[in-house]
Each structure stands twice: as C-alpha cells, then as structure tokens.
C-alpha cells in the first residue's frame, strides 16, 4: 500500500532498536510515508548486546543514565513531523530515546510516537515521551511482541499511517484561505 501525505511534507523517522523489532517497524513506516530515517546508535553500542545488554538496559532507565548517542545525519528543522521510535523498557521510553528527546525537542515542530513492547506499558512510555519532547504527539502506535506474530502489527502500522496523514489533512484545512 502506498501512502502520499496530501502536502509535499518532510518525514523524518528516528528510532532505537536493541533487539530490530522497532528498526522493522521504523523501516515500514519511512516506507510508508515516503520519509527519511535515522536510527539512533550509542557511542558503545554493543554494551546492550545480548541478556546482560537486558538488565543493563533496564537498570539504565530505571536510574535515569542518559545515553552517549552517536551524531545524527539529519537536520531534524528540515522536517514537518518527526516520528519517534522506541521499545519499552520497564514501562519507559528506551534510555537512547529519551536522552535524545531530552537534548533534540527544541528542534522539531510536530511529533508522533511509536513503541514495540514485550506486554504493556505503552501509555506510560508515551507520556514519558510527550513530557521530554515538550509537546503532544499527532498519533501514537504500540505494537506488542504478540502483534509483531499476526497481522495486527500490520494493521496497527496502517492505523497509525492513517491517523498521520489525517491530522496533517486537518491542518492543510485550516490554513486554507477563505
């Protein structure tokens, strides 16, 4: 299925993956939206690697460390809306996500967010999100690992590209002349 947003929009993608479940997802929807994507790689980025790499990652988030993200390749102001990928950790935004978040939200006028969990905590996650980003998204996606088995996976992505297209058709009429 091929999504054209109405106005010639600039989507820009930005995700972190530990296990690739969210990089698939991140990919799908640049596909989808005929966007750009950066995924977002720390500085020792194989720390994460493996069951270790887990509970280093859930201790990381639970104390609040920040991460030591690699340098983007994108200029985040030459974007409309920015979508923003994470899994959930401990009911959390993952630890790269939400110290980008944290040092990029100045930068960007329009968010979405999007999460792979292993259950729940979504709600959580996205509200962490919204608070470091300084602004409410246009649409939200969560996509348990139980999804990522069926078609439901598929069927969220498709709602979520939806629901984007939707909000920027909203305000395409509202700033028509009248």
């Not at 479940?21 to 493996?50: P, Q, S």
């Not at 887990?54 to 690699?70: E, G, N, Y």
Request: charge should be positive; glycine fraction near 4%.
């Amino acid at each position: 299925m091929e999504v054209a947003l109405n106005a010639p929009s600039r989507i820009l993608v930005v995700s972190y993956s530990r296990s690739e479940t969210t990089a698939e997802v991140a990919g799908r929807l640049a596909a989808e939206l005929d966007g750009d994507y950066e995924r977002l790689y720390e500085v020792e980025f194989r720390r994460r690697a493996g069951p270790l790499g887990f509970l280093l990652s859930i201790l990381d988030v639970v104390r609040k460390r920040p991460a030591h993200l690699q340098p983007m390749s994108h200029a985040l102001a030459s974007y409309d809306v920015i979508l923003v990928g994470t899994p959930v950790w401990a009911a959390r935004a993952s630890t790269p996500v939400a110290t980008w978040l944290s040092l990029h939200w100045h930068q960007m006028r329009t968010v979405a967010f999007f999460c792979t969990m292993g259950g729940r905590g979504s709600e959580d996650a996205f509200a962490q999100m919204a608070q470091l980003a300084r602004r409410a998204p246009i649409a939200t996606c969560a996509i348990s690992a139980r999804d990522m088995r069926t078609d439901a996976a598929v069927e969220k992505v498709s709602r979520f590209v939806l629901a984007i297209k939707d909000a920027f058709a909203a305000r395409e009429h509202e700033a028509a002349p009248r």
